[in-house]
């Protein structure tokens, strides 16, 4: 489907101008000169120094509680390097717990989804220094008192305070990793994946108690364990501020309500939601929020939807396609029902375009957010939309997509059928649009359709820079 553009035939010269030397003719706009990148705020500068400057400090203590005498004696090297690394492992893991508390400054620069990459690349070496951690120690002492491997491990559990407890912890956490990898999240519920999540904080907790007890480096040194004690509380505080305090001050302050469910789709539901001052909510056009739908069943849990229409005074709008429980039950909201929401998140909005001809495509429930960006745009951007579904009907909005095309430079382009016969490659997208190579390219979708088509518009000679999407699978 395309949305045509219409022009004016050229008016005839007349006898006057008829004698005139001919007019040189008009020059094309200029197109826009790529706007420089935006400046990271300064906060951001700061808590990377600062994450450096900790990093630096926990190696130190690390380091510094060992004497030449301990290194010489049996056991002191494996004893040296297993306390080196448990300091190395709960410094990683407050990093890593601080990359998902959703600071804002980092938020609005980096985006929610190359935090959660970070996260996810740190989050295992964490564990692999925790159990490095606990093998070295068991082999330092063992090798000092004399014994066996298992005989010292049993001594470590049953005569050691805290070590059982921080065993316990530990397991927590190494059952928290192991549903993260990828692999695992597939075989897994949304809710299952979230609740095991939980249980990472009572191992950390556990973890820490363990640390500024027992640890050499803080036994005897009130400095040390202050300032270790200070950066757990400090990261306990922001996470608390950030995942707690804001969205419950934001969802009170809005007190947002649903006002309408109704059908969008094939299994697919619009969920329409009315609220106080929502005028002054910071949210855009293509940023997603977690949801929570204050309904029996559903409180305890908070999903990342994003808006499938501009924020309007009054009014957001989400668009879900039945995909798991949670979505299934959204169909069956009465309105009235309370809502609490974390957010907005995300940098996939108009701010990241760095010209005015842009390229959005979108496939699956990927074009709702696709479709709250293209009402963003300033009118004079020159926008083609590709939309990607098995059929017409699948594809949400169709119709408003096809009104708000009408109204500005653009076309829209629907590709229908089966995958292995309706491509989306580097070719097609030049046969598409010819001057692909200039525009920004807004892309939404599933994991694997936004991965080839990111692969496809490299290829086809759109720079990195000017490829923008979001990552929203958990």
């Not at 717990?97 to 938020?107: G, M, Q």
């Not at 956490?173 to 904080?201: F, I, P």
């Not at 006002?259 to 855009?284: D, F, I, M, N």
């Amino acid at each position: 489907m395309t949305v045509p553009r219409t022009s004016q035939p050229p008016r005839p010269a007349t006898p006057k101008q008829a004698g005139r030397p001919p007019a040189r003719p008009r020059r094309q706009a200029p197109v826009p000169r790529r706007r420089p990148a935006r400046r990271r705020p300064l906060a951001v500068d700061l808590l990377a120094a600062a994450a450096g400057l900790g990093l630096g400090a926990s190696l130190a203590l690390g380091v510094s509680a060992q004497s030449v005498s301990a290194l010489s004696a049996p056991g002191g090297v494996a004893t040296a390097l297993g306390r080196v690394t448990g300091m190395l492992s709960g410094y990683a893991m407050v990093i890593t717990v601080l990359l998902s508390a959703r600071i804002p400054p980092l938020e609005r620069t980096l985006g929610q989804d190359r935090l959660i990459v970070w996260h996810r690349r740190l989050g295992p070496w964490g564990l692999y220094l925790v159990t490095a951690h606990a093998l070295l120690i068991t082999i330092g002492y063992a090798r000092a008192a004399k014994t066996g491997l298992l005989a010292e491990v049993g001594q470590l559990l049953w005569t050691y305070p805290g070590v059982l407890s921080t065993a316990v912890g530990t397991g927590l956490l190494l059952m928290a990793g192991v549903t993260s990898y990828r692999r695992a999240r597939r075989r897994m519920k949304y809710e299952t994946w979230w609740a095991v999540h939980l249980y990472t904080y009572l191992g950390l907790g556990l973890s820490f108690v363990h640390q500024v007890d027992n640890g050499a480096p803080f036994v005897g040194h009130p400095l040390a364990r202050a300032w270790w004690t200070a950066l757990w509380v400090g990261a306990l505080a922001v996470v608390l501020a950030f995942r707690v305090a804001l969205p419950l001050w934001r969802s009170v302050r809005h007190d947002l309500r649903i006002a309408e469910v109704k059908p969008a789709g094939p299994r697919t539901w619009s969920v329409v939601l009315t609220g106080r001052r929502l005028e002054r909510l910071p949210v855009a056009g293509g940023q997603f929020m977690m949801w929570r739908f204050l309904r029996r069943g559903l409180w305890w849990q908070a999903h990342p939807y994003s808006l499938s229409a501009a924020p309007k005074p009054g009014h957001l709008r989400i668009t879900v396609k039945e995909l798991g429980d949670h979505s299934t039950a959204l169909a069956q909201l009465t309105p009235g029902t309370r809502v609490a929401f974390e957010g907005p998140y995300g940098v996939f909005t108009p701010d990241a375009r760095r010209s005015r001809y842009v390229l959005l495509i979108g496939a699956g429930v990927g074009t709702t957010p696709i479709r709250a960006l293209l009402e963003e745009f300033p009118r004079d951007t020159h926008v083609i939309v590709i939309l990607r579904g098995s059929r017409p009907e699948d594809i949400a909005h169709l119709d408003e997509f096809t009104k708000l095309l009408a109204h500005r430079p653009g076309r829209l382009q629907t590709l229908t059928g089966p995958r292995d016969e309706v491509r989306l490659d580097a070719a097609a997208l030049r046969t598409l649009v010819t001057d692909v190579s200039r525009r920004d390219v807004f892309i939404c979708g599933p994991d694997a359709f936004t991965r080839a088509v990111v692969s496809a518009a490299l290829e086809a000679g759109v720079p990195a820079a000017r490829i923008h999407h979001e990552d929203f699978a958990f």
